[in-house]
């Protein structure tokens, strides 16, 4: 059998994530007692949320301690169990971290019935990515035909689903992402209708010839001078599905929102929201995800990096805006 | 017959709003022809969006251009009708500007009924003010008995109609204002259940302290470092009404908003909000305020500064915060 590979956070983060903050380990497999089982981890999940965790003094999820693995979610297949509700070769979803390994009681861990899907898309689109993106715009915004929806990391795990959405529903998508390679695959692969970069030098100007009857919805994922831009393009009685501020992670110092006064002004609603607190819209959401998957709707992107031990350095890349959809570390077969 | 005293706007304002930006003149009194009427205006409003229209390039109502009559909101009675709606001696709101009289053919005047209240209330608590405390609250925010209510511009005539409204739903009512004086009013007269001044130099641990359950609502009028310090108290779920951003108006750039990530951290609603785009709400918020003002259960602040002359220097005072409650000018009986 394989080592049971566990990847620690060992250093709190306040800049930049490098490898120095992580630590890797051969644990022992674990054996299951009574009530228990083991999963074998086949993928693990790269999300940006999982940085909040490391840094100090956050409060954001379950707290992290320096000396844990590091937190975040996989899908596998158990290979013990002495737990009435899974048995060998069920597909679970597990929130036990970087490992390759998972030993539960039940807790932090839901059994997957794949239902024709590849076990991968249960950590993206028919994930939390696939569900935030649904929520943002279903549930939260509330976009109608003909409006315009501009999505910010656009080309990532909830941006790749939101165009799909948005553009089922009819509006005008514009995307928002870091250079002409990303800005040209989200237009040719993910079927944005405009897609403009926010490091070309005219980026609010390029923004308003995107947007020639302004932004009815803006799904924010970026935060930053990016969405101080996108905010001077609202329209009246728009809505800014707040979801994540990438671009403020990795600072020290947050930068200064600008354009508050256009929230103001415009009649502007702004939900920050975390899909945790929307459980209730998790089976529509779902529906609606693999209905269009079967139809060939929606445009599923993977990023895999191969082996948990360059986990860390694909996190790190994460940040650095080096993927398309979805980040996932393959672990084992 | 009074002359009729006007005053007009002369001067872009980028900065504080001085005398220069006004100019004052004697105009003749209007003759209403057939179809028109004549107000003489008893009361101006002084109201903080009034400076907004005052800037270049501001997009906020109807545009303001240097050598008009000054915009603003007056209550007088007809001396003069050929309109078959208007009668000598109806009293009539207008937005028709800074002036002693009024020429109206219809339009930006609305015949008031007093209904056994003073003309002056239908500038403040019966007017833009007191329905904009009630949409913000009831309508925005949602108010819920036990909820923590902050209040920043907590004397102001929004702040001193919305505590009323919180308290009479149960909510724990925390104000918000600049310097002591001000503070023990908002306590002793309007009945915050505590108010922190925003000048001290503990603000942030002050408000702490004054807000142990943190804050599930804020009505935000003042914006700037004091809405950071404010969203740093909000709890999950949090609602923010975004009403003015007071502060704002007269720096030349903004202030950098640092907290947007609490936004999203705590899953925080923040509507900006201009009371113009709910006249849906209008008759609900009247009813309720005429009935608690009956009931003595309102607390009426005015601050009057006697003749039209004076209106740009109790305007320019405004914003350095010099009144109670609602600002008004008398401009005759």
């Known amino acids: ?62 707290p992290l301690r320096v000396g844990d693995v590091m937190v975040g979610r996989t899908i596998g297949r158990v290979v013990e169990s002495r737990h009435s509700g899974f048995a060998v070769g069920d597909w679970v979803r597990c929130s036990l971290g970087w490992q390759s390994f998972s030993l539960s009681a039940g807790e932090h861990a839901e059994k997957i019935e794949l239902d024709g899907f590849a076990p991968s898309l249960y950590l993206g689109i028919l994930g939390s990515p696939g569900i935030t993106a649904w929520v943002g715009l279903r549930h939260v915004a509330k976009i109608r035909a003909g409006e315009t929806v501009a999505i910010s990391a656009a080309t990532g795990a909830v941006g790749s689903v939101a165009v799909r959405l948005a553009k089922s529903t009819g509006c005008r998508v514009v995307g928002i992402a870091g250079g002409p390679a990303k800005c040209a695959f989200a237009v040719e692969t993910l079927g944005y209708d405009a897609c403009v ?10 923004l308003g010839r995107a947007t020639p009857a302004g932004v009815d919805v803006d799904f924010e994922n970026v935060g930053g001078p990016v969405f101080d831009a996108v905010i001077a393009r609202l329209n009246q009685s728009a809505r800014v599905a707040l979801c994540g501020l990438v671009s403020q992670y990795n600072l020290s110092e947050p930068y200064g929102m600008r354009n508050i006064a256009e929230l103001l002004n415009q009649n502007v609603m702004l939900q920050g929201f975390r899909v945790g607190n929307y459980e209730y819209c998790r089976e529509a959401a779902l529906a609606e995800l693999k209905e269009r998957l079967r139809k060939g709707e929606m445009a599923v992107q993977e990023t895999i990096t191969d082996g948990l031990a360059n986990a860390p350095s694909a996190f790190a890349a994460m940040f650095a805006g080096s993927h398309l959809g979805k980040a996932l570390v393959r672990i084992g077969e």
Chains 1, 2 share one sequence.
């Open 1 to 62: 059998m394989h080592p049971n590979l566990q990847i620690r956070f060992v250093k709190p983060v306040t800049g930049p994530v490098t490898a120095e903050h992580f630590a890797i380990e051969n644990a022992p497999v674990p054996a299951a007692r009574e009530g228990e089982f083991v999963v074998r981890n086949a993928f693990l999940s790269l999300d940006p949320y999982q940085r909040r965790q490391m840094m100090p003094g956050v409060h954001y999820a379950q």
């Open 197 to 206: 970069d926010y490091q070309a030098q005219d980026f609010s100007g390029l």
